[in-house]
């Protein structure tokens, strides 16, 4: 069945760095454009990047352009979030999923608390 599990999520201060992972099994994850997305308090879930299947094509939010990377592991059915100089901003749960999104793809999410 389709799992999806993120971690690496924590506290850290403005100007640190996170690695966000994602394991998602059970949906072709090697044929599927995946992404990060990210919900703050009291907003909306928005995209935060993608990467394509075999080309490896990415794409960022203009909010975090330049400070993020998105990577991926189709052997490992794993999707990776490099965050750096992280902001207040930043400040959300992350969650990762298909692009565009399936609604039952969603796992848990990771919290992201960025604070001096």
């Known amino acids: 069945q389709v799992q999806v599990e993120e971690s690496g999520g924590g506290l850290v201060q403005p100007g640190g760095s996170l690695r966000l992972s994602c394991v998602a099994t059970?949906?072709?994850?090697?044929?599927?454009?995946m992404a990060w997305y990210r919900q703050a308090p009291g907003k909306q879930r928005d995209l935060v990047a993608r990467?394509?299947?075999?080309?490896?094509?990415?794409n960022y939010a203009d909010a975090v352009k330049g400070r993020f990377t998105i990577s991926r592991d189709n052997a490992k059915h794993t999707l990776y979030l490099q965050m750096d100089n992280l902001r207040l901003e930043d400040t959300a749960i992350y969650y990762c999923?298909?692009?565009?999104?399936?609604?039952?793809?969603w796992g848990q999410g990771t919290q992201v608390t960025v604070s001096s």
């Open positions: 990467i394509s299947t075999q080309t490896g094509v990415k």
């Open positions: 059970g949906f072709g994850f090697g044929f599927r454009t």
């Open positions: 999923n298909t692009y565009p999104e399936i609604p039952d793809r």
